[in-house]
């Protein structure tokens, strides 16, 4: 019983002392690296420009991305000159078939939303980029699109807006 301590006492010793070392950034649970000196961030409205457009789309992508900023990491949110932004567009917004039966009719299709984001830390212009972020799901085409495409859309948004959180503030 008491080696097991002895190796717990080891294991946490090693634990504190590796996350003491850790003094060029802020970490969090969240997996967020930012520094010190960024304190607040602005997402500009993400523009539709896909050549099918669905309506709420732009609204839902740039409040998703502003609540898990908000969420996630200690920055707050400032219109006029933020540590750090996010800007772009939504490129594509198109649903094709997938899964071609023997009769030539479609047994899934697939919904993919690609969006162009631009991302400035004028903190540190080295984590800048500028980068097309693709994502997508398939569904039954037995389905009717629209009674789905809601809750298609927030599963693609919530792995895009997971996508540029993770290149822009995760820096693992």
Same mark, same amino acid.
């Given at each position: 019983m008491t080696y097991n301590l002895k190796i717990l006492k080891v294991i946490l010793l090693a634990i504190i002392t590796i996350t003491s070392s850790l003094n060029c950034g802020i970490y969090s649970f969240s997996g967020t690296s930012i520094t010190e000196d960024t304190k607040s961030f602005y997402v500009h409205y993400i523009k539709n420009t896909a050549n099918l457009i669905q309506p709420t789309l732009s609204n839902n992508f740039t409040e998703t991305l502003k609540t898990k900023c908000l969420n996630e990491t200690n920055l707050t949110w400032q219109e006029e000159n933020p540590d750090i932004s996010?800007?772009?567009?939504?490129?594509?917004? @198109?649903?094709?078939?997938? @899964?071609?039966?023997?009769?030539?009719?479609?047994?899934?299709?697939?919904?993919?939303?690609?969006?162009?984001?631009?991302?400035?830390?004028?903190?540190?212009? @080295?984590?800048?980029?500028?980068?097309?972020?693709?994502?997508?799901?398939?569904?039954?085409?037995?389905?009717?699109?629209?009674?789905?495409?809601?809750?298609?859309?927030?599963?693609?948004?919530?792995?895009?807006?997971?996508?540029?959180?993770?290149?822009?503030?995760?820096?693992?």
């Open positions: 996010f800007s772009g567009t939504i490129k594509n917004y @198109s649903i094709q078939p997938m @899964s071609i039966q023997n009769n030539e009719t479609a047994a899934q299709n697939r919904l993919t939303i690609e969006v162009e984001i631009t991302y400035s830390n004028q903190i540190d212009n @080295s984590q800048n980029f500028n980068q097309i972020f693709k994502q997508y799901t398939d569904f039954e085409s037995s389905q009717n699109f629209s009674n789905i495409e809601e809750e298609l859309n927030n599963i693609i948004i919530e792995n895009l807006i997971d996508d540029i959180f993770n290149k822009s503030l995760v820096n693992w």
